[in-house]
């Protein structure tokens, strides 16, 4: 059964400071996609990224950065020099189109990362 | 900006009643999701509509009906309101199934 697991529920930093947010997904599919979302204070939720499952390369945007290993079925989201505006709860989600005709996405619990000055 | 709009943004209403919320997807995408977010159930999808067919659904009880019109604007109709009812509501659009989604700014339903 597919499942996005954040086992991270509240991460506090200091400004400045690095920070991983963890994601660990199941799927039987071969062909799936990850995604990160944020959703800040004010309640929308924002884009990210979008990886599929046949690109493994890590993706730097930023101060932003993700690893994505199939092996461990993990797809992890860091901050560099994380700052106040990065406050907010970040949404891993996975996709299976293949096998679901659709592209919903099932969404983990969710990380709310607050990071203080 | 996404590009997505929902109307309304707050909706406050007593239980037993209907309501409608109202979507307008992305210039270009064809497909319209629905997810309610609510605190015990975290994000969860409802129902997608493509080109202003039903492609597929999730936990969407059977109170709560959506369909998308050829504008390809989309309405989720939910009725015989409870308090659990109670989330924000979400619409996302995107040109193609496994696509980015992009999302609205929500709908803030409150029964009582």
């Known amino acids: 059964a597919q499942k996005v697991t954040q086992a991270q529920t509240e991460i506090s930093v200091v400004e400045k400071e690095d920070v991983t947010l963890d994601c660990v997904y199941e799927?039987?599919?071969?062909?799936?996609?990850l995604f990160w979302y944020k959703q800040p204070p004010s309640g929308e939720l924002v884009f990210l990224i979008r990886?599929?499952?046949?690109?493994?390369q890590n993706e730097i945007s930023g101060r932003y950065s993700w690893n994505f290993q199939k092996s461990t079925s993990s797809f992890n989201f860091t901050i560099t020099a994380s700052q106040v505006v990065d406050s907010a709860v970040y949404f891993c989600?996975?996709?299976?189109?293949?096998?679901?005709?659709?592209?919903?996405?099932?969404f983990g619990q969710g990380t709310t990362l607050q990071v203080k000055p | 900006d996404s590009g997505v709009t929902q109307t309304p943004k707050h909706l406050i209403t007593a239980t037993g009643q209907r309501v409608t919320l109202r979507c307008s997807p992305r210039?270009?995408?064809?497909?319209v999701y629905w997810y309610q977010q609510s605190l015990d159930q975290g994000l969860q999808f409802l129902i997608q509509?493509?080109?202003?067919?039903?492609?597929a659904k999730g936990n969407i009880l059977e109170r709560f009906s959506a369909q998308q019109f050829p504008d390809l604007h989309s309405e989720l109709n939910l009725s015989s309101l409870e308090l659990g009812d109670s989330a924000l509501y979400f619409c996302?659009?995107?040109?193609?199934?496994?696509?980015?989604?992009?999302f609205g700014p929500g709908t803030r339903l409150t029964v009582t």
């Open positions: 996302a659009s995107s040109p193609r199934v496994a696509y980015e989604q992009y």
């Open positions: 799927t039987r599919d071969t062909t799936y996609y």
């Open positions: 990886r599929n499952s046949f690109d493994e």
């Open positions: 989600a996975l996709s299976e189109p293949s096998s679901s005709n659709t592209g919903k996405l099932i």
């Open positions: 210039s270009g995408d064809l497909s």
């Open positions: 509509y493509y080109n202003g067919e039903e492609r």
